[in-house]
């Protein structure tokens, strides 16, 4: 049984823009406009999942995906940011250099009381291992940290890797496989123009 998952990173708001970590924003007109205009572009999918932020549930439904076919998945939720939540890169170093220095080289540090990269990448990991069980096609709207933690997982690299991924917003990541081995295809952009294909 071959399973296919493409993960979307979700449209613009003001913290993507930002670099601010997320405080529960909408996405902005930007990415509402350009999210609507790449409705259509995705493959049929027997079932969507969403990250439970507001920006993700509103790329999905921009994106015209059906809200009976959603569920929020909280193992593919956004890195818990515990204290920093809603506040910049910029704004947390100036107050403790320190502390974001060893959260940047230490995957298992987590000075801000939230959630380290290795355990991030440790969930994302235990649903990879159900998702190569589900059969067809499955279409997840998440945040660009389980991207980067989906990347990481599915190349056998360390954790320290999660930083050398980029995720631009409204791109699609797809994996496909079975029995724990996954393909990758990543950085898509769903655009109007190019209908969105995943090798297969």
């Known amino acids: 049984m071959t399973s296919r998952v493409t993960f979307v990173s979700p449209a613009t708001n003001a913290s993507l823009r930002?670099?601010?970590?997320?405080?529960?924003?909408?996405?902005?007109?930007?990415?509402?406009?350009?999210a609507r205009g790449a409705a259509g572009t995705l493959p049929a999918v027997a079932r969507v999942v969403t990250s439970a932020s507001v920006r993700c549930r509103e790329t999905a439904a921009a994106l015209g995906l059906d809200a009976?076919?959603?569920?929020?998945?909280?193992?593919l939720a956004g890195l818990d940011m515990g204290r920093w939540r809603g506040l910049t890169l910029a704004e947390v170093g100036a107050g403790e250099p320190e502390a974001v220095a060893r959260w940047l080289a230490d995957p298992a540090s987590a000075p801000h009381g939230g959630e380290s990269v290795?355990?991030?990448?440790?969930?994302?990991?235990?649903w990879l291992e159900t998702a190569q069980d589900t059969g067809g096609r499955t279409l997840a709207v998440v945040e660009p940290e389980v991207v980067r933690a989906v990347v990481v997982q599915v190349l056998g690299a360390p954790p320290a890797a999660?930083?050398?991924?980029?995720?631009p917003p409204l791109t699609a990541t797809t994996i496909s496989g079975r029995s724990g081995r996954w393909n990758l295809r990543i950085g898509?952009?769903?655009?109007?123009?190019?209908?969105?294909?995943?090798?297969?």
């Open 18 to 34: 930002q670099a601010r970590f997320d405080d529960g924003g909408s996405i902005d007109a930007a990415g509402q406009a350009r």
């Open 68 to 75: 009976a076919q959603s569920a929020e998945t909280a193992e």
């Open 118 to 126: 290795e355990e991030l990448c440790g969930r994302v990991r235990r």
């Open 162 to 167: 999660f930083w050398r991924v980029d995720v």
């Open 188 to 200: 898509h952009p769903l655009d109007p123009s190019e209908p969105h294909t995943d090798g297969s």
